[in-house]
């Protein structure tokens, strides 16, 4: 008797005041989140990049803090040393980009129109049945004229969405500064709200701080080396658009069946056909000893005993970062990951020793 008494008491607190407070608390709070990342969402893209940004220039931030003390004038100085190491290289590369794609798009299409491709086919009595086919069953001009269109078009809109990037880039260099500035008073407002224990919450930042080391330095910043040194090599031989073929580059050798090879090859190929044997011979070694090789030498320098990601993980992650979450997914997707994994660690202990112990280094 007592036992169901209980239970209709219990089954009453339903309808109490105290459960209908908490419930009308518990659907404004969650209304209150959806209405905050609404409101943050545009700016996502901007953040991430202030928080990778924060990261890779926070050594820099604490040195000056120590001879400047912490404060606005140590912080601002901070921000144009960053603003300086990013946005000047970006603009020129960019500007000189955007040249090359209409270069290349008139050269294509001139070279096709013209018909001199043949010249090179006829040179070689081996080729020439393989160039007069696709003379005769491909019509290349209806072939190369939407790509010479979409290289044109690449390069307009580039221009017109510069000042849409102007105001983006003035707004990760915003949100760097007081990322910088009041860097301890956020750390310990995400230490309060979070129900992890101080440990993993220690262990959380220094493996998104890796996270973002292990992204830039050994995904974005060796291919960025790649394709500079494709480029240059392509500069140094004369061949076509070199900065345009490092670009290319540089972003195949961020996916991890293919890379920079996917250029370089044919390219080397094409100058052997054209008699330019030891041009050919050049850029293969370069491509494979100094463009495939370079990873192994400045990876470990430049990421060091940090997190390492695996390729394949690393692939996955930036490029569904990337469709998730557009540019903010190059930083976003490797985090995502990374903080996921660490939660899935945390639920796998036991109860008492999630309350108790302190994580070792995560398992790779």
């Given at each position: ?22 419930l009308l ?37 604490r ?12 912080t ?24 090359e ?48 269109g ?15 990037q ?25 230490r ?83 008699g ?8 293969a070694?370069w ?64 109860a ?13």
């Amino acid at each position: 008797m007592s036992s169901v008494e209980s239970g209709s008491g219990g089954g009453s607190d339903w309808g109490s005041r105290s459960h209908v407070h908490t419930l009308l608390l518990m659907a404004v709070t969650v209304a209150g989140l959806y209405l905050c990342f609404e409101i943050v969402a545009p700016f996502v893209p901007a953040l991430a990049g202030a928080l990778a940004l924060a990261v890779l220039s926070a050594p820099l931030h604490r040195r000056l803090e120590r001879r400047l003390g912490a404060g606005n004038l140590a912080t601002t100085l901070s921000v144009l040393v960053v603003a300086l190491i990013v946005v000047v290289p970006v603009l020129v590369v960019a500007s000189h980009l955007i040249n090359e794609l209409g270069c290349g798009a008139g050269s294509i299409q001139a070279v096709v129109e013209s018909g001199s491709w043949r010249a090179t086919f006829d040179k070689h009595p081996l080729l020439a049945p393989l160039g007069r086919w696709l003379d005769s069953q491909v019509d290349l001009v209806a072939v190369v004229a939407p790509v010479a269109g979409w290289l044109t078009s690449t390069g307009t809109s580039l221009v017109r969405g510069s000042m849409v990037q102007a105001i983006s880039v003035v707004l990760v260099f915003y949100m760097l500064f007081y990322m910088l500035r009041d860097r301890a008073i956020a750390m310990q407002s995400l230490r309060s709200l979070s129900p992890l224990s101080p440990q993993d919450m220690s262990r959380l930042f220094s493996n998104v701080t890796d996270t973002v080391h292990a992204t830039v330095y050994g995904t974005l910043v060796m291919s960025a080396v790649q394709g500079a040194l494709g480029g240059l090599m392509f500069w140094w031989l004369g061949l076509p658009e070199p900065l345009v073929w490092g670009v290319v580059m540089g972003l195949l050798a961020v996916v991890p069946v293919l890379g920079a090879f996917v250029v370089w090859v044919p390219a080397a190929l094409f100058l052997a056909l054209d008699g330019h044997v030891g041009s050919a011979l050049l850029l293969a070694a370069w491509g494979a000893i100094v463009v495939g090789g370079i990873d192994n030498l400045l990876y470990p320098m430049l990421v060091g005993n940090r997190l390492k990601i695996h390729t394949l993980v690393a692939f996955v992650s930036i490029v569904g970062g990337l469709i998730i979450f557009g540019p903010a997914g190059l930083i976003l997707g490797p985090v995502v990951f990374t903080v996921t994994r660490l939660l899935l660690q945390v639920w796998r202990r036991p109860a008492p020793e999630a309350a108790t112990s302190t994580l070792g280094p995560a398992p790779d």
